[in-house]
């Protein structure tokens, strides 16, 4: 089956740094995404790796470890408008089937 | 673009009612993807559409539900006859042909509450 965990909840300060983890177990691994979510809104695209090791996009960046099954997402300079959950989600095969973690809920405090 | 369009954004119905939710992909991709999202069960994949032709139906929780495509830029989702675990946001997102890049492009989604 496929199972991708990551953390329900976590709570960090308006301009620090937070590290979301994702952690899966799937077959047919082709790739491993990561979506922000705002409160009633739909998902949007961060970010995407396939190969391993660490992408940067500004102030966001995510590292894969293929042979661990792994993943982060890193947050730096943390704004208010950064609160919003996280879905981690992995696509399966060669093809566009994506199966999705729970998601993580970010609180940035001031 | 204006981006994956659904409709209606909200739908409120009673239980028994069937219930029907429109998507339009973005213009050119080839693929398009139906889920549901709760509280309880997060984003879940219900079903996929590559050119038209439904690929993998095997999230759609059971018979009420069906899903059609009758061209490249239109597809349905409907429900009969509705019960109330069936609220939830619906989400329609669209992609290219895969690739080593591509991602999914999400629609605003429909708020159905079946009463």
């Known amino acids: 089956g496929q199972n991708i965990d990551q953390p329900t909840e976590m709570t960090a300060t308006e301009g620090a740094i937070v590290q979301i983890n994702c952690t899966y177990q799937?077959?047919?691994?082709?790739?491993l995404f990561w979506y922000q979510q705002h409160a009633g809104e739909a998902p949007t695209f961060l970010s995407y790796?396939?190969?391993?090791g660490l992408e940067e996009k500004g102030r966001f960046s995510s590292f894969l470890s293929r042979s661990k099954g792994y993943s982060y997402l890193l947050l730096k300079e943390l704004q208010m408008k950064d609160s919003a959950s996280y879905l981690c989600?992995?696509?399966?095969?060669?093809?566009?089937?994506?199966?999705f973690g729970a998601g993580t809920r970010l609180t940035v405090k001031p | 673009d204006a981006g994956v369009i659904q409709s209606p954004r909200h739908e409120v119905t009673e239980m028994g009612q069937e219930v029907t939710l429109r998507c339009k992909p973005i213009?050119?991709?080839?693929?398009l993807f139906w889920y549901r999202q709760t509280m309880m069960r997060g984003l879940e994949l219900l079903i996929y559409?590559?050119?038209?032709?439904?690929?993998?139906d095997s999230g759609m929780p059971e018979d009420r539900f069906s899903a059609k495509m009758p061209n490249a830029s239109f597809s349905t989702l409907k429900i009969q006859p509705s019960e109330p675990r069936d609220s939830a946001v619906y989400f329609c997102?669209?992609?290219?042909?895969?690739?080593?890049?591509?991602?999914?492009?999400f629609g605003p989604g429909t708020r159905l509450t079946v009463l």
């Open positions: 799937t077959s047919g691994f082709n790739g």
């Open positions: 989600a992995v696509r399966i095969y060669n093809n566009n089937d994506m199966r």
């Open positions: 559409f590559n050119n038209n032709v439904p690929i993998d």
């Open positions: 997102a669209s992609s290219l042909l895969a690739g080593t890049t591509d991602t999914q492009y």
């Open positions: 790796n396939v190969l391993g």
């Open positions: 213009s050119g991709h080839d693929y």
